[in-house]
């Protein structure tokens, strides 16, 4: 199912009816790469849960105009228990892999973080281009929210922040030798489930270089747990991506059971 991305004012929401422009990416992709049709029935998402269709009706100069024929609301997306991916910026392009996987995956919220041995500090214009990266993966997996990415932090406030919920964090072969502290996240589903979920659960993933002895001590006195995702030396984009997919197979689980929420 193609999506296309519907920019909308949250103070008007949209109604049938309606014949808003799509902006000059989304207008290129519907006129020149999928040459649409004056009679094709579009789906479209305003990455605030909003599910509309529309067919196009004309063009404001060089942006395609679509009349809306339906608006719904999806809140599915937005039950307990919220991801959250803190992340440590790594360099080249493979940040922004993670951040596609990471919506892809169900990620509610993005944190990138500036760590003790990261180097990389994103300037604007890199956080324009990771929006445009997280807005391209959102139309491709069908999904109606788009993930909020916060500004870059440290991974103590994280930590201490209201609303992270259940904190684990990944750790690397050696960072903690005695392995009865860890704890690998697909276990809580041997456990019974919650009678009552955490608002969220936040998997923080440190740089290639792994946390520092200061950070490990701030995360663990925090009450967040370690992870050992795996018996190897993970980058940290596979890292990410192999705790979301256990991380979203726990929140089904427990979404399948209906327990209740603590937020």
């Known amino acids: ?6 920019k909308t004012d949250p103070d008007r929401p949209p109604v049938p009816g309606d014949r808003p422009v799509l902006d000059a990416d989304e207008s290129h992709h519907l006129a020149t790469v999928l040459r649409g049709g004056r009679q094709e029935i579009l789906n479209l998402v305003d990455g605030r849960g909003l ?25 599915d997306e937005l039950q307990a228990p919220l991801l959250t991916l803190a992340c440590a910026v790594v360099k080249g392009k493979r940040f922004e892999w993670t951040l596609e996987k990471a919506v892809e995956l169900g990620v509610h919220h993005v944190i990138p973080l500036d760590t003790d041995r990261g180097t990389i500090a994103p300037g604007s214009g890199k956080r324009d281009r990771w929006k445009t990266i997280m807005i391209s993966a959102l139309k491709q997996s069908g999904r ?12 103590r406030l994280v930590a201490v922040a209201p609303g992270t919920g259940h904190i684990l964090f990944g750790v690397v072969p050696g960072e903690f030798p005695d392995k009865g502290d860890l704890v690998r996240p697909w276990t809580f589903l041997l456990e019974e489930i919650p009678v009552c979920v955490p608002s969220a659960l936040t998997l923080m993933v440190g740089p290639e270089g792994g946390w520092s002895p200061a950070e490990r001590e ?46």
């Open 1 to 6: 199912m193609r999506q296309f991305y519907l």
């Open 51 to 75: 599910r509309m269709t529309g067919q196009p009706c004309g063009r404001q100069g060089k942006l395609e105009q679509v009349e809306l024929l339906s608006v719904q609301r999806d809140e």
């Open 144 to 155: 109606a929210w788009l993930p909020e990415l916060e500004e870059t932090t440290s991974p």
């Open 218 to 263: 701030t995360l663990v006195l925090a009450g967040a747990v370690p992870v050992d995702l795996n018996s190897h030396v993970l980058r940290t984009e596979t890292a990410a991506v192999v705790g979301l997919f256990a991380l979203q197979t726990i929140r089904r689980a427990w979404l399948d059971a209906a327990p209740c929420s603590d937020s």
